[in-house]
Each structure stands twice: as C-alpha cells, then as structure tokens.
C-alpha cells in the first residue's frame, strides 16, 4: 500500500491532466485507502472525531486550491468522479471529510485586466459550489507573483486585497502565493488587518514558501502559517531548510503544490499527491524527527485549520 500523507496544496485538475484518468483515480483511491484505515483504527475521542490521530492510522488530509475564477465547481464535479461519486437529484455530491477545496484567483491574466469582475466571478463560483454541497474550507490561492508580473503590483494588490476580504467576510482561512514579494505580502496582510498582533482571527498559509529564514521570522511573527512543498528537497535550497529550522510544529504545514515541485530524485516530473511523502522524509530528518511523526503533527495541523470550517 502506498504511503500516504496529508498534502495541504495539490491541484487535482491539473496532476490528473499529467497523470491521465486512471493515474488521478489511483492517487485519490489511496487516500480514500488511508483514511479508512485510520478511521477504522480510531478511537472515540475529540482528537480521533476532528480527524487528528487516530490510534496507528494516520489520517490524510488533501486539499485542491483554486486558481481561476470559475473553476472551483468544474474541480469538485472532478474529483468526485474520480472518486467514484455520482451526485444526487439534487446535483449535490457526498465528498469525504479527507477532501478540502479552496476557491481562489491567481494574479495572473486575464484576471487581473479587470479585479472586480473576477470576484463577482469567485463569489459565484463559490455559490455554485453550495448547490454541489460543498462550502469551501478556504480562500486562494491568491496573492503576489513578482516573478511572472502579469500586471503591475497596484493591481495585484486590488485583486489580492479583495480576496483577503472575502476571507474574512466569511471567516475562512487564506492560502497566499507569495513569489519575489516577501515585503509587498506582508504589508498588504497588515494593511488588510490580517496579520501581527491585532490581527482578525483568519488563519493566513504561505503557501509553497520560497524565501529564507529573515522571511520566515517575519511571516511567523506576523501569525501566519508556513507551508513547504518538494523544493525543500533542491540542491540549491539551503535557505529554503534554514527556514524549515525556525518553524515551529503548530505552524508547519508541507505540500506537493502537485503537479509542480517534485521532490528529490524526481526533480522536473510531474507530481502527485503521493510524491509528498519524500518532502516530509526531508523535514523529518532536518528536525530529528521520523516522517510518521512529522506527518501525524501536519495532519492535525492541517485538520485543525480546514475541518472545522465544513
């Protein structure tokens, strides 16, 4: 049986194009393999029914982030049929509590030549989804990518800033992307009131963290939580494990960002969610710990942020 762990960043739409059909029905099979296992292995406490560990089974969270405007309902109908489950009369599906979705807008075209119209679009796509059954358990992915730099950081902003409201609107956590613009990110999450002491109390994930330790003590001390993916595992990513280092356990999440960011030797193929199993042997022997161990502490993480906001 494959090992399995809870990936907090994995586009299903997009790994299922690489891997074909049947290759994204075996990925998401496991899950469905672990998770009952461990709910077989559970005991009745609050931990066990939140979905945290589960006597020797080890519950997996996956959660799919949103890129574009209109593509959250179009994903869950996806997964679902991946996963075998048809809708009801009623056009509603019956997904698993291991399976999360996020809705979100990437700053890229088109959606950045006009903000207002994407989040007239998300907010639609994100009733859709309340037709299908499922109340998404996050906002984003969203916010900067200085890197590509689709538009000017001024319109990034308005389109970010507007999803960070929209978290807060509706008291759900915010998956950030956030590249070449550590400073930029963090003005904007205080700006938006989001971050630092008097912060609204939205969880804030970097997510696919890409910066050094200054970046990270500065993204912690501002509340939020910091999330790894396979480049963890890169030669040249030294700063990248420096960071890993200051992170502590109640604030760690790790991912595939699948199909991207293989880890180690897989570099440059495409992804799944099973590949994260190597980024989590990774960070468990950069902080002496075993990948099971690491893996039951980003679970209930992982749980703890996205479970109870079903």
Same mark, same amino acid.
């Given at each position: 049986?494959?090992?399995?762990?809870?990936?907090?960043?994995?586009?299903?739409?997009k790994f299922a194009e690489s891997l074909g059909e049947e290759g994204a029905k075996a990925v998401l099979a496991a899950?469905?393999?672990?998770?009952?296992?461990?709910?077989?292995?559970?005991?009745?406490?609050?931990?066990?029914?939140?979905?945290?560990?589960?006597?020797?089974?080890?519950?997996?969270?996956?959660?799919?982030?949103?890129? $574009?405007?209109?593509?959250?309902?179009?994903?869950?109908?996806?997964?679902?049929?991946?996963l075998g489950i048809a809708p009801d009369a009623d056009g509603r599906?019956?997904?698993?509590?291991?399976?999360?979705?996020?809705?979100?807008?990437?700053?890229?075209?088109?959606?950045?030549?006009?903000?207002?119209? +994407?989040?007239?679009?998300?907010?639609?796509?994100?009733?859709?989804?309340?037709?299908?059954?499922?109340?998404?358990?996050?906002?984003?992915?969203?916010?900067? $990518?200085?890197?590509?730099?689709?538009?000017?950081?001024?319109?990034?902003?308005?389109?970010?800033?507007?999803?960070?409201?929209?978290?807060?609107?509706?008291?759900?956590?915010?998956?950030?992307? +956030?590249?070449?613009?550590?400073?930029?990110?963090?003005?904007?999450?205080?700006?938006?009131?989001?971050?630092?002491?008097?912060?609204?109390?939205?969880?804030?994930?970097?997510?696919?963290?890409?910066?050094?330790?200054?970046?990270?003590?500065?993204?912690? $001390? +501002?509340?939020?939580?910091?999330?790894?993916?396979?480049?963890?595992?890169?030669?040249?990513?030294?700063?990248?494990?420096?960071?890993?280092?200051?992170?502590?356990?109640?604030?760690?999440?790790?991912?595939?960002?699948?199909?991207?960011?293989?880890?180690?030797?897989?570099?440059?193929?495409?992804?799944?969610?099973?590949?994260?199993?190597?980024?989590?042997?990774?960070?468990?022997?950069?902080?002496?710990?075993?990948?099971?161990?690491?893996? $039951?502490?980003?679970?209930?993480?992982?749980?703890?942020?996205?479970?109870?906001?079903?």
């Open positions: 049986m494959e090992t399995v762990y809870t990936d907090t960043h994995a586009h299903v739409e899950f469905a393999d672990a998770n009952a296992i461990a709910g077989a292995n559970a005991t009745a406490d609050a931990n066990a029914a939140a979905g945290v560990k589960a006597g020797d089974g080890n519950p997996a969270l996956l959660l799919d982030p949103g890129t $574009d405007v209109d593509d959250l309902p179009r994903r869950i109908a996806l997964a679902a049929g991946l599906f019956a997904l698993p509590p291991w399976l999360h979705f996020a809705a979100g807008v990437w700053p890229g075209r088109p959606a950045l030549d006009d903000p207002d119209a +994407s989040m007239k679009a998300l907010r639609a796509s994100i009733a859709a989804a309340g037709r299908q059954g499922v109340r998404v358990s996050a906002i984003g992915e969203c916010g900067f $990518d200085f890197h590509h730099m689709e538009a000017d950081e001024k319109t990034q902003l308005r389109l970010f800033s507007a999803q960070i409201e929209l978290a807060v609107e509706l008291g759900l956590p915010l998956i950030v992307h +956030s590249r070449d613009a550590a400073k930029a990110t963090l003005d904007a999450l205080g700006a938006a009131g989001v971050a630092g002491a008097a912060a609204r109390d939205i969880p804030v994930i970097i997510h696919c963290f890409g910066y050094g330790p200054e970046e990270v003590r500065a993204f912690l $001390d +501002s509340g939020a939580w910091i999330s790894f993916a396979g480049n963890l595992t890169y030669k040249k990513s030294e700063p990248l494990r420096e960071a890993l280092a200051i992170v502590p356990d109640d604030r760690l999440l790790l991912e595939t960002d699948a199909p991207y960011m293989n880890p180690e030797p897989r570099r440059g193929k495409a992804s799944s969610p099973l590949d994260v199993v190597r980024t989590y042997e990774k960070a468990a022997a950069l902080r002496g710990t075993t990948a099971r161990a690491l893996a $039951d502490k980003v679970s209930a993480n992982a749980f703890g942020l996205f479970a109870p906001r079903l």
